[in-house]
Each structure stands twice: as C-alpha cells, then as structure tokens.
C-alpha cells in the first residue's frame, strides 16, 4: 500500500499570504488529522477529519482551517500568515474503529513564512 | 508525553542490537505502549505499538514488562539510517485521537 502523501512538500510563502496543503491518506483509511511541529512547540494538533466531518479541533486560530472530501483526501488552508506559522505540518492518517486504531505520518510539508 | 520517560540520547555500533528504554510507571490497564521515530525533519514513522504481550514485526522489537510500568524497544540490527529521535508513548487509540510527543530519545548509530 502506497502510505500518506503531502503536497507540496515545501513552501515559502509572505506575511499575509494564504497557503492551502493537501494530504492523501493511505487507501481505506477514513480519519486525517493535521499537525503543526515546531523545534519550540513540538508536535500540536490542529484538527482531525472523519467521513468529511471536522470531529476534533486543537487550540489553534481560525486561521486555520481545513476539510475532508468524500474520497477521504483533505486539505488544510492557513490565511493570513504570521511569520510564527512557519513549521512542519504533518498530515496523519489511521483506518479508524477498533482498540488499535493506529496513526501514518506523510512526510509533511515546510512551509517557510519570510 | 509527560506519561512516559525516556533518556535523551544513546549511541550504538552499526550492526549491533539498539535497546532503548521507556518508563511508564502510571499506565492504565487499556493503555497501548507505542513506539514511533523522526528522522530529522521528515514525519514520523510508526514502529510498532503492544499492550502486554511482546511484539515484533519487520523493523523492531517491543518487550513489555509484566506490570506494564516499562518496555524496551529492539532493534536487532542497528544501521546508520536508524539515526533517529525515537518516541515512546501510551494512549487508548479509541479515545486519544491526538498524538502527542514528548522529548524522545535521539539515537545515533556510528559506523
């Protein structure tokens, strides 16, 4: 089975700019979650997505958003850009249901905010 | 993961078994220990996760204690791509749906 895809895999971007990522979690898996890993704040949530719906949502602004289509591949748009968004955003994807339920990493995207 | 505890870093030959610790005195009975690694600035790669009994699969080892306060992940054949920040949590896969990564152990493996 092919695992987590994530384009693009760097970006540079500007304040104030807007930046959409996409994620293509491995086939048969229904749930997608993002994550954002800086050095200072290590690995935070952001939110998660099952069946197009955004069941869960870390403590992050409404700047950042995202959704799920019906072919379970999301995307995650982060608008108006501060320098501090610049980090690795992993996208993590899981089969879901059951007492095992475990969670793949792509290999994320960096995105760079000048 | 202030729910395990691992030593920050260890060193290993090339070729011989890596065994890296993890404490976790307080898991509860319907924790999984899981084990995952980075390697610098890629995304996480699962490993392998268990809840009491040993497991192993095509890249490691986990060996559970009986009371389930430690483990000790294996791998059996160190090489040089096995240089990684290597994580240890617990979690209720149903119930926690939102990973979170302590400090790790950063392995080397030197040639």
């Known amino acids: 089975k092919a695992g987590v895809t994530q384009t693009p895999r760097y970006l540079i971007k500007t304040r104030g700019q807007q930046v959409t990522l996409s994620c293509s979690p491995i086939?048969?898996?229904?749930?997608v979650s993002w994550y954002q890993q800086t050095p200072g704040q290590g690995l935070q949530f952001l939110f998660e997505?099952?069946?197009?719906?955004?069941?869960n949502k870390g403590n992050f602004p409404g700047r950042f958003s995202g959704r799920q289509f019906s072919n379970s591949r999301s995307e995650m748009n982060v608008s108006t850009l501060e320098l501090g968004d610049s980090a690795l955003y992993l996208c993590?994807?899981?089969?879901?249901?059951?007492?095992?339920?475990?969670?793949?990493f792509g290999p994320g995207t960096r995105l760079t905010v000048l | 993961d202030a729910k395990t505890t691992q030593p920050p870093s260890m060193d290993c030959a090339e070729g011989r078994a890596a065994n890296l610790p993890c404490n976790h005195s307080?898991?509860?009975?319907?924790?999984?220990v899981y084990w995952y690694r980075q390697i610098h600035s890629q995304g996480p790669q699962y490993i392998i996760h268990?809840?009491?009994n040993n497991e192993t699969n095509e890249m490691a080892s986990l060996i559970i204690t009986e009371d389930r306060k430690s483990s000790t992940l294996i791998l059996p054949h160190a090489t040089l791509r096995d240089t990684a920040v290597y994580y240890c949590?617990?979690?209720?896969?149903?119930?926690?749906?939102?990973?979170?990564f302590g400090a790790g152990t950063t392995v080397t493996v030197r040639a």
């Open positions: 949590i617990v979690r209720v896969p149903i119930n926690d749906y939102k990973l979170s």
């Open positions: 086939s048969g898996h229904r749930s």
């Open positions: 307080t898991i509860s009975g319907n924790e999984y």
């Open positions: 268990g809840l009491k």
């Open positions: 993590a994807s899981s089969p879901f249901g059951g007492d095992e339920d475990t969670q793949y």
């Open positions: 997505y099952f069946s197009e719906t955004q069941r």
